[in-house]
């Protein structure tokens, strides 16, 4: 018989943001070489709108944030090598429930990456910036994207 690797299974809530400036642009951010949009883990007893624009003003550095209504809502997953996140030991599979809220900022506020999280780069974009840009993205951010010009 053939054994089989175990594994543990989470799922995570998480809160993100598509964040639109004064100008018409929209902040994205460059992680593990791809484009995305800021998000994060909730925190226990925390608003999953809470979770959004905190996680916007942590990964970006930006505080003058209104938020906004909600857009809906994406799945994603991934692999985390075994580590101290995995009490036996072993791979974890986790399943991210992303609740996006639209946000807003006046003018073009300075946006400063959350290295330590492995931001590598945050970025004011135009429309058709983005279009370009999303080539280089996953598949639920090109996919909420649709979702808001569609509105």
Known sequence: MEKKERCDIRLI????????????????????????????AQNEGEA???????????????TSIVLGRFIACTWHSYWVEANSYSPQHCPLLCFKHTF????????????????????????WCTPEDVAVLLGESYPSIRWLFREIVRQ
């Open 13 to 40: 809530n998480a809160g993100g943001g598509l964040v639109q400036n004064g100008f018409g642009e929209y902040l994205l951010i460059l992680k593990n070489g791809k484009w995305d949009l800021p998000k994060g």
């Open 48 to 62: 999953l709108s809470a979770t959004a624009l905190r996680e916007v003003q942590e990964e970006c550095g930006i």
């Open 100 to 123: 996006w809220y639209y946000m807003y900022v006046e003018g073009r506020p300075q946006a400063h990456p959350q290295t330590q999280e492995g931001i590598e780069q945050c970025r």
